[in-house]
């Protein structure tokens, strides 16, 4: 344990540690990313944590038709062919992380108290290394103790049939679960008597599968990886590709070869919209690389809707001046309902106001408005700057309103594409992992397993936390995340598990969740992505599904970290079986020895699955159906919905400010790969706050200044203590902190309207100099 550490667990009684580094380090914030820095940052993680030999032999396997499939993020493979380096930085950060060398075995928990480990940094307790066997901690205890797995699964199915009501289990999903493990899982828990099926996507995309089913029938995106290359305007919205889906600018540049403008909005401008070098193409790292973005709108947080209101509004005058030149009239009249309202709306808003609300220069939504006017192959890509807001559902709808107004949905090169964080949590959806059973799915269920699934709704992400910290919920168990650091208002979520009998984490590595723990605790380790899954049957592969609908093999082959570790498949089976005993009509034992057999299910009971196992064998997999793709709208009319929403509203008093959360190029989600945001030049330190240069002269702040947040809501006041100011390009009254430090400022009783995501990037905060 560092000596950092040492002193934090002094001084700190939170979830989180609280103490900034002494050596933090600000340097001028990158204009181009990838490059050199790239393949030396991915270099020494996977050679640093896996050794040069068995590094290189697992980087050759990475995104390969024959391989695994990145743990990292839901960005698409090219459909026919594979470059032999198919991967980013922070793909081979993610590989290195799961692959690492370094053990947490009995040794480790037995030297290491749970009080102990608590004060450790994310970061540090990242670096412990791989799980090797099943642990538990005992009521009252202090230490986790090896446990055998016979034990560990009958003390589970003892501790589930002992609840008064299956809904008071919570089973929370990750989207690294493949979609076996998934199916399993939620085929397991409705057996068992409950909808409680939060997951990760409830805090990422929920809104969009909310805006995108109301509006297109599907709650997915539309375009493929093609379409990126036939399109005219790319337009990004709050995301930020260069750290989060690296191999995005890849496509980018592409795109932009073939003619694309790209459109950035972004509070801050991020490095790795403004220029990249490929890493693939080694002559391209030596000259200055490739500029992505033509048009940045540096947009004030949660003013989307206000931006696109007014785009909207300079379209239609567009469309006035010259009729049938702007808008695609037939599109709107054949294929889509409720425009006129829409543009009546839209006449009511004052232009000034909308342009006023943005801080956007008039003169640059000009531009964009001009551009799309003459073109229709336009995609629009977003990410968490656009959901994870009270009105979250309200900016994916707004944008759809811009691509039906423009036909772009439906045809080559056009569409939305909403970009997944994690690797599988679409195929975690589609599969089932939802608390709202969708009724064909239930019908399938019942019909294949024999069985009447409950149809009561079940607890969401937001309504878990509730559930638990009221009592309600007794037990949890997460397959695979770290629930309390992903979560909001981290302290009322880590009170919530603590009051729960038994929490029960499927793991590869440690992390704050196994510290902010029930009564009783388990942590079950699994197989990871790149590691040989071998069961009754012989060698098996598993399937996920990427953002583009994709669903597709990934084949680790590298030695277990542990010969004590399971797949999650058969872990999931396991409990199931001690839980339902002779109660269940599912062979689990026949779908653990050959993962075929789950396929043949999921094709049974999900739609789009025909002949799974083998289409899934063809090289890059296939395609799942998704009627916006093909301009067939399943929405209830069969027409797509124009709808009408309203620009969010924050009134800020002259000392409160807009905060978003956002990821380090150091971390993904959760897991923190290193210290380090090296495109924005900050450096050692995760607690700081990015604030305007006028803003800190207003409030008579200094550079890397420490300083407690605070956020107000209800009443209740949540403290964040000891951030370093750091001066960057922000809009005034807007800051941005890392993600998870800064979540327990995200207040657990404010969600998004009609999608229930939390609110992490627009929290209303003070500032508070420390005496
Ligand atoms: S873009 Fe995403 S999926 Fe691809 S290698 Fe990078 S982290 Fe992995």
Request: charged share 25%; with cysteine.
């Amino acid at each position: 344990m560092s000596d950092k550490s040492k002193s934090s667990a002094k001084q700190s009684s939170k979830v989180q540690p609280e103490e900034p580094s002494s050596e933090i380090e600000l340097s001028q914030r990158k204009k181009v990313a990838a490059g050199f820095p790239a393949v030396a940052s991915s270099a020494k993680h996977v050679y640093g944590e896996v050794g040069i030999i068995e590094g290189t032999k697992l980087m050759a396997k990475i995104n390969q038709f024959d391989g695994f499939d990145c743990p990292g993020c839901a960005w698409p493979d090219p459909d026919d062919h594979r470059s032999v380096v198919e991967f980013c930085e922070n793909g081979a950060k993610a590989v290195a992380e799961e692959a690492t060398a370094a053990r947490a075995d009995a040794a480790f928990f037995r030297k290491h108290a749970v009080a102990e480990l608590l004060q450790q940094t994310d970061y540090e307790l990242g670096k412990s290394g791989r799980i090797t066997e099943p642990m538990v901690l005992r009521p009252n205890g202090t230490h986790y103790q090896p446990i055998s797995w016979v034990e560990a699964f009958q003390l589970i199915g003892r501790q589930l049939k002992s609840l008064a009501d299956p809904n008071e289990a919570i089973f929370y999903t990750s989207g690294r679960t493949s979609n076996e493990a998934a199916f399993l899982y939620q085929l397991f828990v409705r057996q068992y008597g409950t909808n409680n099926l939060p997951d990760c996507s409830n805090m990422c995309h929920e809104s969009s599968g909310v805006g995108l089913t109301e509006t297109l029938g599907i709650g997915k995106g539309s375009v493929t990886l093609d379409d990126f290359y036939q399109a005219k305007v790319i337009i990004i919205m709050g995301q930020n590709p260069g750290t989060n889906h690296p191999r995005m600018l890849s496509a980018l540049q592409k795109a932009k070869k073939n003619g694309a403008k790209i459109v950035s909005v972004n509070p801050l401008p991020e490095a790795g919209l403004l220029s990249f070098k490929n890493p693939q193409k080694p002559l391209e790292m030596l000259g200055t690389g490739t500029s992505l973005t033509d048009i940045f709108l540096p947009v004030r947080i949660n003013a989307d809707v206000a931006l696109l209101k007014a785009i909207m509004k300079m379209l239609l005058a567009k469309e006035a001046e010259r009729p049938g030149t702007v808008l695609d009239q037939d599109f709107i009249q054949t294929k889509t309902e409720g425009f006129a309202e829409v543009k009546q709306d839209l006449l009511q808003y004052d232009l000034d106001e909308l342009i006023q609300q943005t801080g956007v220069e008039q003169e640059v939504i000009e531009e964009v408005a001009s551009l799309l006017a003459k073109e229709s192959k336009i995609i629009v890509c977003w990410a968490m700057g656009l959901t994870q807001h009270k009105n979250g559902v309200d900016n994916v709808r707004e944008i759809v309103n811009l691509l039906l107004m423009k036909g772009s949905i439906g045809k080559p090169g056009a569409g939305t594409c909403p970009v997944r964080g994690h690797s599988n949590v679409q195929g975690d959806r589609t599969v089932g992992i939802w608390e709202k059973l969708k009724p064909e799915l239930a019908r399938k269920l019942e019909e294949h397993f024999q069985f009447t699934p409950p149809k009561e709704e079940g607890y969401n992400t937001m309504s878990a936390i509730e559930a638990m910290a009221s009592g309600k919920a007794k037990f949890f168990m997460g397959l695979g995340g770290n629930f309390v650091s992903a979560s909001p208002d981290t302290e009322y979520t880590a009170q919530g598990l603590q009051q729960c009998d038994m929490t029960v984490q499927v793991s590869t590595k440690l992390n704050r969740s196994h510290l902010t723990h029930g009564k009783t605790a388990l942590i079950l380790p699994c197989l990871g992505r790149t590691e040989l899954d071998v069961q009754e049957s012989g060698t098996q592969f598993l399937t996920v599904e990427n953002s583009t609908g994709v669903v597709h093999k990934t084949q680790g082959g590298k030695q277990p970290a542990s010969r004590h570790l399971l797949s999650e498949p058969k872990i999931v089976a396991e409990i199931a079986k001690a839980t339902l005993g002779s109660a269940t009509t599912v062979d689990w034992n026949g779908m653990v020895a050959n993962y075929d057999t789950i396929r043949n299910a999921i094709e049974k009971t999900v739609d789009g699955f025909d002949n799974y196992n083998k289409r899934v064998r063809n090289p890059g997999g296939f395609y799942l159906p998704n009627g916006a793709r093909e301009g067939n709208f399943t929405t209830d009319s069969g027409k797509a919905h124009f709808t009408i929403n309203q620009p969010a509203n924050h009134p800020l008093a002259e000392d409160e400010f807009l905060m978003m959360t956002i990821r380090s190029h150091d971390q993904y989600n959760t897991t923190i790969y290193g210290l380090h945001d090296r495109y924005r030049g900050i450096y050692h330190e995760r607690r700081v706050v990015l604030m305007n240069a006028s803003d800190m002269q207003k409030m008579k702040l200094s550079q890397e200044e420490v300083v407690d947040l605070v956020s107000e809501y209800d009443g209740e006041k949540r403290v964040v203590r000891n951030f370093r100011v750091v001066s960057y390009p922000i809009p005034p009254q807007c800051v941005a902190t890392y993600f998870p430090e800064a979540n327990g400022l995200v207040p657990h009783t404010r969600s998004a309207h009609g999608s229930e995501q939390p609110i992490s990037k627009s929290v209303v905060i003070k500032i508070k100099p420390k005496c």
